[in-house]
């Protein structure tokens, strides 16, 4: 049997769940975007790499005020969101040429949200193949991109 170390998951896995802050809060508040892994600010949302990607470039748009529903937002972040959402997938199309989008949101637990408390959009490039017999069998991603360079390809894109 072959074995696939990913140590980097390790930390989401251990603590997934068992703290009561909301790390999409605490991002754009610790003041270090490298290492927040935030992208690009605007007025009433950022944009962040998820640290746990299912490709590379996988991204989230979020609102900097915390709410679980969109009705608790106002029309300015909603139709800025929508804004960077757009912004966003033209930048990836340059740098990453994928062969399609996942675009979406989870409500709710019972919708799948893994971070319930504060709406985001996952903006997610996908290629033809990207869902390959490691996936399917194994229920593991391999990414061919470290997030580091991941982030200094779209923090210049989205500065420019």
């Given at each position: ?14 603590t ?61 972040t909603?139709a ?8 966003v997938q ?50 593991t ?20």
């Amino acid at each position: 049997m072959d074995y696939l170390w990913t140590p980097w998951r390790y930390r989401y896995i251990t603590t997934a769940g068992k703290d009561d802050r909301c790390v999409l809060c605490d991002a754009p508040a610790a003041g270090d975007d490298r290492e927040a892994l935030i992208v690009l600010r605007a007025k009433t949302n950022y944009v962040i790499l998820n640290r746990f990607p299912y490709t590379s470039g996988h991204v989230m748009v979020v609102p900097y005020a915390h709410h679980a529903t969109l009705a608790a937002y106002d029309a300015e972040t909603l139709a800025e969101m929508m804004v960077l959402v757009r912004r966003v997938q033209a930048v990836l199309e340059t740098l990453y040429h994928p062969d399609g989008y996942n675009l979406g949101m989870n409500l709710g637990l019972a919708a799948g949200a893994g971070i319930a408390g504060h709406v985001h959009m996952h903006v997610l490039p996908r290629w033809f193949g990207d869902t390959n017999f490691m996936s399917t069998v194994s229920e593991t991603r391999v990414e061919p991109e470290d997030l580091a360079v991941t982030y200094e390809k779209l923090r210049g894109a989205l500065q420019s």
